[in-house]
Structure formats: structure tokens, C-alpha cells
């Protein structure tokens, strides 16, 4: 792009010498056409004013103008422009990069996010399955503890029944032994008495 | 200590075999035994007259009956007892009464470690343990 304007530039500033040109041309071809030919040019340049050797150094002037501006102006900034467009170009495409990485990005957050929401429902399904499972252990084994609890409750009443009724048992038999062993020292005559010690001397001696 | 005290049990039990006549305690035999620690005064002779006394006790009483009774018992079922007892322990026994009230009627037979009883006491006892 900017070598078309230089070139248009170029063309602009050599227009004058192309039109020199160009008229020199058609009365080189009208003397040619009147049979003037090797003095037409030079009648012509008479005509203008064209001294060749001024014309020479015009034309050495021009160039070295146009060399030095397209050595020292144009081509330095025909490399700046090429830069500045060479950075827009490379900006342009780190642009399309960093999209296409923000794209892949917001792809693999919103996977990640997805992956997340996944794993977040899978641990809290887990968590609700355990504490269900905490609480119907927590519950099966207060029953337990609670029917245990009972069980022994109920054990020691029976126990204590037991032990009472054997403790009221042994205190009847206690009694009603006293009882007997006070009657028998009041009721039994010595004729009893030696009547069972007549049978228990035959009892001790016979075993 | 220990070997003093394992000395003067096995003179102790020398002593009491001595005493023995025909398996049984001979008085005579005692005095001799007695006279003899008397005159010698062996070491530990207090401990020694101990020990011996037990074992003459403990054979005097294998040789005993002791019949704690409650009311009359006649002598003629004292020598049925003796007699009994002699049969069983094959050696002479002799029965000794000793009234015992506690017992309310029948006897109470004490040879040794041995125990024999048929009382009312003991009847009313083993009823009251049964029930």
C-alpha cells in the first residue's frame, strides 16, 4: 500500500518531464512528417529554451533528489509502515489467539463448574446417604441399649423378687423352726425324749 | 527357726509313739515321757509339751465318744454306742454323756473330726435350710 503511493509520487513529480517529453515527440514526428528530421529537435529545443547540458543536469538533479529522498525519507518510512502494519497484524492475530484461548478457557471453566456441580451433588448424596445411615445406626442401637436397659431392668426385678422371696422364705422357715424348737422344749416329756433317744442311739450305732 | 521348730515336732511325735500301747495312750507310758523332759529339759520344752499334749489329746479323743444328748440316755445305750464305735474305728472306744438341752431330743456323736447326730435340732435345722 504505501509503495503504490510512493509510485504515485514518483509519477506525479516525473509528470512534467513526460509531457517534455510527449511534446517533443509530436514535433519530432511533424518535422519527420515534413522532412526535417535532423533539425527538428534541435529547432525544438531551440523553440523552448532547452540548452542540453542544463537539460542533462536537470535530469542528474531529479535522480539524486529522488535517490536521496528514497534512500533517507521513503524507504525508512516505507520500514516503519511495514513494522506498524507487521505489529497490528501480529496484535490482530494475538487477538485471535487470546479469543480462541478465552473460548477454551470458558469451555474448560464452565467443565470444570460442570464437574463441580457433579462432584458437589455426588458428595452431598453421599453425606445425606451416610447421615441416614449414621441416624439408622444411632437409632438400632439406642433400641438396642433401650431393650438391653430393659431386659436387665427386668432381670433385677425378677432377681430382687427371687431374693425376696427366698430372704421372706428363709425368715418364715426360721421362724416356724424357732417356733417348733420352742414348743418341742416345752411339749416333749422325758419319755419322748427318751424314746427318740432310743431310736437314734438303734439309727447312729446301725449305720 | 524353722528347723528348731520341725526338730521338737518330730521329738514331739517320737514322744507320743512311745506313749502308744497296743495303739493305745498308756498312762504309765506318759509319766515315763513327762519324767523324761522333766530330767533332760530338751530345748524348746514348753513348745515340745505343747505338741505332744495335742497329739495325745487328738488320740485320746480318736478313742472317745463324746455323746451330747438331750434327756435321759441309759448306760446300757452308752455301751451299745462304745461298742458300735469300737467296732467301727477297730480300736477301743469309750463313750462319754454330756447333756445338751439345744438339741431337744436324740444324740450328738463326736469321735474325732467325726460328727454323728440324729436330734430333733438337727432335723428342724436341715428343714429350715430345705425350704
Same mark, same amino acid.
Given at each position: 500500500?504505501?509503495?503504490?503511493?510512493?509510485?504515485?509520487?514518483?509519477?506525479? #513529480?516525473?509528470?512534467?518531464?513526460?509531457?517534455?517529453?510527449?511534446?517533443?515527440?509530436?514535433?519530432?514526428?511533424?518535422?519527420?512528417?515534413?522532412?526535417?528530421?535532423?533539425?527538428?529537435?534541435?529547432?525544438?529545443?531551440?523553440?523552448?529554451?532547452?540548452?542540453?547540458?542544463?537539460?542533462?543536469?536537470?535530469?542528474?538533479?531529479?535522480?539524486?533528489?529522488?535517490?536521496?529522498?528514497?534512500?533517507?525519507?521513503?524507504?525508512?518510512?516505507?520500514?516503519?509502515?511495514?513494522?506498524?502494519?507487521?505489529?497490528?497484524?501480529?496484535?490482530?492475530?494475538?487477538?485471535?489467539? #487470546?479469543?480462541?484461548?478465552?473460548?477454551?478457557?470458558?469451555?474448560?471453566?464452565?467443565?470444570?463448574?460442570?464437574?463441580?456441580?457433579?462432584?458437589?451433588?455426588?458428595?452431598?448424596?453421599?453425606?445425606?446417604?451416610?447421615?441416614?445411615?449414621?441416624?439408622?445406626?444411632?437409632?438400632?442401637?439406642?433400641?438396642?441399649?433401650?431393650?438391653?436397659?430393659?431386659?436387665?431392668?427386668?432381670?433385677?426385678?425378677? !432377681?430382687?423378687?427371687?431374693? #425376696?422371696?427366698?430372704?421372706?422364705?428363709?425368715?418364715?422357715?426360721?421362724?416356724?423352726?424357732?417356733?417348733?424348737?420352742?414348743?418341742?422344749?416345752?411339749?416333749?416329756?422325758?419319755?419322748?425324749?427318751?424314746?427318740?433317744?432310743?431310736?437314734?442311739?438303734?439309727? !447312729?450305732?446301725?449305720? | 527357726?524353722?528347723?528348731?521348730?520341725?526338730?521338737?515336732?518330730?521329738?514331739?511325735?517320737?514322744?507320743?509313739?512311745? @506313749?502308744?500301747?497296743?495303739?493305745?495312750?498308756?498312762?504309765?507310758?506318759?509319766?515315763?515321757?513327762?519324767?523324761?523332759?522333766?530330767?533332760?529339759?530338751?530345748?524348746?520344752?514348753?513348745?515340745?509339751?505343747? @505338741?505332744?499334749?495335742?497329739?495325745?489329746?487328738?488320740?485320746?479323743?480318736?478313742?472317745?465318744?463324746?455323746?451330747?444328748?438331750?434327756?435321759?440316755?441309759?448306760?446300757?445305750?452308752?455301751?451299745?454306742?462304745?461298742?458300735?464305735?469300737?467296732?467301727?474305728?477297730?480300736?477301743?472306744?469309750?463313750?462319754?454323756?454330756?447333756?445338751?438341752?439345744?438339741?431337744?431330743?436324740?444324740?450328738?456323736?463326736?469321735?474325732?473330726?467325726?460328727?454323728?447326730? @440324729?436330734?430333733?435340732?438337727?432335723?428342724? @435345722?436341715?428343714?429350715?435350710?430345705?425350704?
Amino acid at each position: 500500500m504505501a509503495r503504490a503511493a510512493f509510485f504515485i509520487r514518483i509519477t506525479v #513529480m516525473l509528470s512534467p518531464l513526460l509531457l517534455l517529453a510527449e511534446a517533443t515527440g509530436h514535433v519530432a514526428e511533424a518535422s519527420a512528417a515534413h522532412g526535417e528530421a535532423g533539425s527538428g529537435i534541435t529547432k525544438i529545443f531551440q523553440d523552448f529554451g532547452i540548452s542540453w547540458p542544463f537539460f542533462l543536469a536537470q535530469v542528474l538533479n531529479f535522480s539524486l533528489v529522488a535517490f536521496i529522498l528514497w534512500k533517507f525519507a521513503f524507504k525508512p518510512v516505507m520500514a516503519t509502515l511495514d513494522e506498524r502494519q507487521k505489529k497490528i497484524a501480529d496484535g490482530l492475530r494475538y487477538t485471535e489467539e #487470546m479469543q480462541a484461548k478465552l473460548a477454551a478457557a470458558q469451555q474448560e471453566s464452565s467443565t470444570i463448574v460442570h464437574n463441580s456441580q457433579v462432584e458437589a451433588a455426588r458428595i452431598i448424596d453421599e453425606a445425606r446417604r451416610a447421615a441416614k445411615e449414621y441416624l439408622d445406626k444411632q437409632t438400632r442401637e439406642a433400641a438396642t441399649q433401650a431393650n438391653d436397659l430393659l431386659a436387665k431392668a427386668r432381670q433385677a426385678v425378677e !432377681l430382687e423378687h427371687k431374693k #425376696m422371696l427366698a430372704e421372706t422364705r428363709g425368715e418364715i422357715a426360721r421362724l416356724v423352726v424357732a417356733t417348733t424348737e420352742r414348743v418341742l422344749a416345752k411339749k416333749l416329756s422325758d419319755a419322748d425324749r427318751a424314746a427318740y433317744n432310743d431310736a437314734a442311739a438303734h439309727e !447312729l450305732t446301725g449305720v | 527357726m524353722a528347723s528348731g521348730k520341725k526338730q521338737f515336732q518330730r521329738l514331739a511325735r517320737q514322744l507320743f509313739k512311745l @506313749s502308744l500301747v497296743d495303739d493305745a495312750v498308756s498312762p504309765e507310758r506318759v509319766g515315763g515321757v513327762l519324767a523324761y523332759v522333766e530330767r533332760h529339759h530338751p530345748a524348746h520344752a514348753r513348745a515340745l509339751l505343747q @505338741s505332744y499334749h495335742r497329739l495325745i489329746a487328738a488320740e485320746l479323743a480318736r478313742g472317745r465318744a463324746d455323746v451330747e444328748h438331750a434327756g435321759a440316755v441309759p448306760q446300757l445305750t452308752l455301751d451299745a454306742i462304745a461298742a458300735a464305735m469300737t467296732k467301727r474305728y477297730q480300736r477301743p472306744v469309750t463313750a462319754a454323756a454330756r447333756r445338751n438341752d439345744a438339741l431337744l431330743a436324740g444324740l450328738r456323736i463326736r469321735i474325732g473330726d467325726d460328727v454323728y447326730e @440324729s436330734s430333733v435340732a438337727a432335723q428342724l @435345722s436341715a428343714l429350715g435350710a430345705s425350704v
